[in-house]
């Protein structure tokens, strides 16, 4: 996979992403259910698609909260983990410095479901640090998760 196959993400890569099945039920069935303007926007910006032969094939992205702190998500595939996990595992620390050198963000946190162990796993290796506490009845259908977050150290400059 090259780097052109990453691209800003559009709605409908959302919906062509044959997802895993740790995320199918956590997802709506489709994007449109996803309907606020705000979303249009935060894919154009925060979010992009890898595709493959103009398959997406997976997504990832932040939800900005306020300035500097964002919620980032994945729409990932089985093709995407089976074939590109070390494109992918190598692109995300890429675009985290996007996030952080281009949009001053300092904090990128992330929820994962506790039965998707292949995913806390992932999440550490990113550099996302897991809190103790469970998110109880969290999820869409009642799961839990555990809230991941990276902070980016920096040092306030005197005015």
């Known amino acids: 996979m090259c780097e052109k196959l990453w691209v800003p993400c559009e709605r409908w890569h959302l919906d062509a992403i044959e997802l895993q099945l740790p995320q199918i039920d956590q997802m709506p069935e489709s994007s449109e259910d996803l309907s606020n303007p705000f979303i249009e926007g935060t894919l154009s910006d925060f979010a992009r698609t890898a595709l493959v032969e103009g398959r997406p094939i997976g997504a990832i992205g932040v939800i ?3 300035t500097g702190v964002c919620q980032a998500w994945a729409c990932l595939s089985d093709e995407i983990l089976a074939s590109y ?18 949009h001053g963000m300092w904090r990128i946190q992330a929820v994962v479901d506790i039965r998707h162990a292949e995913a806390e796993r992932w999440a550490s290796l990113l550099g996302f640090e897991g809190s103790q506490d469970i998110m109880k009845a969290y999820g869409p259908n009642r799961e839990d998760f555990r809230m ?3 902070v980016r150290n920096w040092v306030q400059q005197e005015s």
Not at 87 to 101: A, D, F, G, N, V
């Open 148 to 150: 991941y977050a990276r």
């Open 85 to 102: 996990a070390i494109h992918l595992t190598r692109q995300i620390p890429r675009w985290i410095k996007i996030l952080e050198e281009q």
């Open 64 to 66: 900005p909260f306020w």
